[in-house]
T-cell receptor, first 115, second 111 residues
Framework: DVKVTQSSRYLVKRTGEKVFLECVQD?????MFWYRQDPGLGLRLIYF???????EKGDIPEGYSVSREKKERFSLILESASTNQTSMYLC??????????????FGQGTRLTVV | EDQVTQSPEALRLQEGESSSLNCSYT??????LFWYRQDPGKGPEFLFT???AGEEKEKERLKATLTKKESFLHITAPKPEDSATYLC????????????FGTGTRLQVFP
């Protein structure tokens, strides 16, 4: 079974702190993603990576950065946390392309609260 | 613009009462329609991928179907453990890296 593991289930951080969210996958997937999920807005893509050290902005990258130094690990960084970044953060991974078996698999989520 | 709309927003069923969830989509060149199940406070769990109109997939009490404009997730004789939010997402020809998600249908099944 595919396993995508996020380092924390719950986090509480203070405004202005630098926050690191870590994600590890064990399926040798090239593509990895960070989404945030808010009530009524669905899942929105923050950043994705299609290879080590490669990254692309998603729909809402402002206030975030990412790091992918190893294939299995994708980190989301909140440079200076703000209360409007309180949300559920979801990491996903998949094989590239559009053929069969390219569905995305998600981690269990990190509920981040910024106070 | 690629778009996904799910209905209803919420659905309450009695155990054993079959029903369907709808996912309407607009996408330039469908490269996959995906169904996920999400339990409260957890990440989405992959259920099905559909690629072309007429395709159907089944898993236990769930059956997903696809037309050129929408997908249905049919739930036959649901049980309380089927209670969850069901998410639909599409991948389009012009942006194959990105999934466009609907906001989900929250299903509650009562004994």
């Amino acid at each position: 079974d595919v396993k995508v593991t996020q380092s924390s289930r719950y986090l509480v951080k203070r405004t202005g702190e630098k926050v690191f969210l870590e994600c590890v996958q064990d399926m040798d997937h090239e593509n990895m993603f960070w989404y945030r999920q808010d009530p009524g807005l669905g899942l929105r893509l923050i950043y994705f990576s299609y290879d080590v050290k490669m990254k692309e902005k998603g729909d809402i990258p402002e206030g975030y950065s990412v790091s992918r130094e190893k294939k299995e690990r994708f980190s989301l960084i909140l440079e200076s946390a703000s209360t409007n970044q309180t949300s559920m953060y979801l990491c996903a991974s998949r094989y590239p392309g559009t053929g069969r078996n390219t569905e995305a698999f998600f981690g269990q989520g990190t509920r981040l609260t910024v106070v | 613009e690629d778009q996904v709309t799910q209905s209803p927003e919420a659905l309450r069923l009695q155990e054993g009462e079959s029903s369907s969830l709808n996912c309407s989509y607009t996408v330039s060149g469908l490269r996959g329609l995906f169904w996920y199940r999400q339990d409260p406070g957890k990440g989405p769990e992959f259920l099905f991928t559909l690629y072309s109109a007429g395709e159907e997939k089944e898993k236990e009490r769930l059956k997903a179907t696809l037309t050129k404009k929408e997908s249905f997730l049919h739930i036959t004789a649901p049980k309380p453990e089927d209670s969850a939010t069901y998410l639909c997402a599409v991948r389009g020809y012009y942006n194959t890296d990105k999934l466009i998600f609907g906001t989900g249908t929250r299903l509650q099944v009562f004994p």
